[in-house]
């Protein structure tokens, strides 16, 4: 059967509008931690991701020019390379990070911002994420955030300007899945841009899940990186985004403390 050929009766699934820019696949992916770039343009092609996530200080895209390039695998002809600042600790530094990739990506405004807690938990420090926030948008960027799953510092995000809320499901590569899908709802009955879980992601079933909330995306890295083999990996998460929206958008059964017969009572034979 062609599943496409099937007609929908419900909401229909117009992409993931992010400033301005629509996209397919609802799966951003990161480009680290894997053995080798060819590795990296593997899984990258099977997770079918459309946007993906660079560490400005820990990937070369052309700040060495002999060393290997990783736009040579994932070219930005094909894919949109979202800059992000993975190891920073402060906004200042933060600000920098973004501004240097802005030179690398020859004006790239979309990037992504995370300002690190601690080395431990990796956990936002979300008073210099909304400094570097401020700062990043005045600065002309279009900033993607990673933050803690707090309604009221999602809402204060995107007043400020930014074009997606990045909260975690849990902690950066810790594979635990989404631990307050509760927070996660609130942040996303709010929130008038794009809601994507990014950290803390393990396997197919927790991105399906998030999707089934109602996030407009998920961002990974480790949970694909770190399979066993990543590039199977790559495509059941592709298949699990896809699984998840579309049971998001047909609207499921209410949960409810009491059966329901799967076949109808009325006429039945006595």
């Known amino acids: ?13 117009t992409g993931l509008t992010i400033a301005g820019k629509t996209y397919h696949s609802r799966l951003l992916v990161g480009s680290g931690k894997y053995r080798d770039l060819e590795q990296t343009r593997a899984a990258t092609e099977a997770s079918g991701a459309e946007i993906i996530t660079v560490a400005i200080r820990r990937v070369n895209i052309g700040q060495d020019p002999n060393a290997p390039n990783l736009l040579d695998v994932v070219p930005p002809s094909r894919y949109t ?4 600042t993975a190891g920073c600790y402060t906004a200042a530094d ?6 240097l990739g802005r030179e690398l990506l020859n004006g790239h405004k979309l990037a992504k911002l995370e300002v690190l807690g601690d080395e431990r938990t990796l956990f936002p ?4 994420t909304l400094k570097a926030a401020e ?3 005045k600065d002309g960027f279009d900033v993607m955030v990673y933050c803690s799953d707090d309604p009221i510092q999602a809402r204060i995000l995107e007043e400020i300007g930014c074009v997606a809320v990045m909260p975690l499901a849990s902690l950066i590569g810790s594979g635990m899945g989404i631990l307050n899908p509760w927070n996660l709802s609130l942040i996303i009955e709010q929130a008038k841009v794009p809601v994507l879980v ?4 393990g396997t197919a079933s927790d991105a399906a899940i998030a ?6 995306g998920v961002l990974m890295n480790t949970a694909i990186a770190g399979a066993q083999d990543p590039i199977r990996m790559a495509r059941a998460m592709r298949l699990a985004i896809e699984a998840g929206r579309e049971a998001f958008l047909a609207g499921r059964i209410p949960k409810r403390f009491a059966a329901s017969p799967s076949s109808p009572m009325a006429g039945r034979v006595k």
Do not use: F, H, K, R
């Not at 390379?81 to 992000?84: D, F, Q, V």
């Not at 990014?198 to 992601?201: E, F, S, T, Y």
């Open 1 to 13: 059967m062609d599943l496409n050929s099937i007609p929908e009766t419900g909401q229909q699934d």
């Open 81 to 84: 390379i979202l800059p992000n």
């Open 94 to 99: 933060a600000v920098y990070t973004l501004q």
């Open 125 to 128: 420090n979300m008073p210099e």
């Open 135 to 137: 700062a990043l948008v």
């Open 198 to 201: 990014d950290a803390g992601v």
């Open 211 to 216: 999707m089934e909330l109602g996030c407009d």
